[in-house]
């Protein structure tokens, strides 16, 4: 039975830049994308905001045990 072995391979570093430096540097310099929302789940959430709304006034009503 002959095995094959897979050749092996050796990464340089292609960067000088650790990876917490380059996760920093990206925080650093975000810049926040405007997200345009639709209208139909823009109303989706207005209803289940009041859904939820109305079910934490039911919780709050409702006689303690």
Known sequence: M???SAPKFV????TKMSLN?????????KQLMPVNIPAS????QELASVRKRRL???I???PSI
Request: charged share 20%; net charge positive; glycine share 0%.
């Open 2 to 4: 002959a095995t094959h």
């Open 56 to 58: 934490a006034q039911q």
């Open 21 to 29: 430096e380059h996760f920093a540097y990206m925080l650093k310099n």
């Open 60 to 62: 709050e009503n409702r």
């Open 11 to 14: 990464l340089k570093s292609t």
């Open 41 to 44: 789940m823009q109303q989706q």
